[in-house]
């Protein structure tokens, strides 16, 4: 079994920033590609970012600038630094790991619990 754990999330105000990170575990032998998404209240899932095994990434453009994704493949873990917050980004933040090849299988896509990410004066 492949689980992710999000941290990270929380309350902060318009113009600050939050780290969130999402640790897969489990027998692992590769994720190709990490990422997160949000949902919003009444709004379909949506991409924020993602990062392949090979560093390529891409971002909504409504997170270009202020979003940086990253991963440390040592740990199987993916962080999202957000700066300049701003309301319309309070959301569920969502972590998937997405062709994950374990001991015994290949191919996985794992979604995190999610986090809440609020962005309030």
């Known amino acids: 079994q492949v689980q992710l754990v999000e941290s990270g999330g929380g309350v902060v105000q318009p113009g600050g920033s939050l780290r969130l990170s999402c640790a897969a575990s489990?027998?692992?032998?590769?994720?190709?590609?990490m990422g997160w998404y949000r949902q919003a209240p009444g709004k379909q899932r949506e991409l924020v970012a993602r990062?392949?095994?090979?560093?390529?990434?891409n971002y909504a453009d409504s997170v270009k600038g202020r979003f940086t994704i990253s991963r440390a493949d040592a740990k199987n873990t993916v962080y999202l630094q957000m700066n300049s917050l701003k309301p319309e980004d309070t959301a569920v933040y969502y972590c998937?790991?997405?062709?994950?090849?374990?001991?015994?299988?290949?191919?996985?896509?794992?979604w995190g619990q999610g986090t809440l990410v609020t962005v309030s004066s």
């Open positions: 998937n790991a997405d062709r994950v090849v374990t001991a015994t299988s290949y191919g996985l896509n794992v």
């Open positions: 489990g027998s692992i032998f590769s994720i190709y590609t």
């Open positions: 990062i392949t095994s090979g560093g390529s990434t």
